[in-house]
């Protein structure tokens, strides 16, 4: 498994629940245009209605599409609680594993710059998501709650 050769964890900025997490494939940081399976760099913000926060940034050594999924368990753990991530390309299997962890692959056409996918994604949080989002959102909540139940299960030690 290929971890990531750098990894830059943003400490600014704090959390209030809102923010959702979403993942960019991307050689620079301004334009989506990496495949995911050989994507070199991914670039993750949390994002609400108002606000787009960097959450993170991670770079791989180069990785071929030769369809060694050993190679895709790194990036998949890297988008644990990212409810998207956007690409140039996604392979049959990484979409279905991506699918399988909560993670929604959107495919972007060439050029598509960072920032304008950002307001894209909050101007359909304001208007109404998509079935995909809203679902994707449902699972956030959810999950938020299941692990308040886990910890009202466990009890309080005194």
């Known amino acids: ?12 900025g704090e959390d209030d629940g809102t923010l ?10 301004d334009q989506v245009d990496q495949h995911f399976g050989s994507s070199r760099a991914f670039v993750i913000y949390g994002v ?3 606000r787009a926060q960097l959450l993170s940034l991670a770079e791989f050594d180069d990785q071929e599409q030769d369809g060694n999924e050993d190679k ?5 753990d890297l988008l644990d609680g990212c409810i998207a991530v956007y690409c140039r390309a996604c ?25 304008e996918l950002i ?3 909050q101007a359909e949080l304001r208007a109404g998501p998509s079935t995909w989002l809203a679902k994707a959102i449902q699972r956030t909540q959810a999950g938020g709650q299941q692990r308040f139940d886990a910890m009202a299960a466990e009890g309080w030690d005194d």
């Open 1 to 12: 498994m290929a971890s990531p050769t750098r990894q830059l964890q943003v400490l600014d």
């Open 119 to 121: 307001q894209a994604l």
């Open 20 to 29: 959702l997490k979403v993942a960019f494939a991307s050689s620079d940081r």
């Open 72 to 76: 895709l368990l790194s990036k998949l």
């Open 48 to 50: 609400n209605l108002e």
């Open 91 to 115: 392979g049959a299997s990484a979409v279905r594993q991506l699918l399988a962890i909560g993670v929604q692959p959107v495919k972007v056409g060439e050029s598509a710059r960072i920032g």
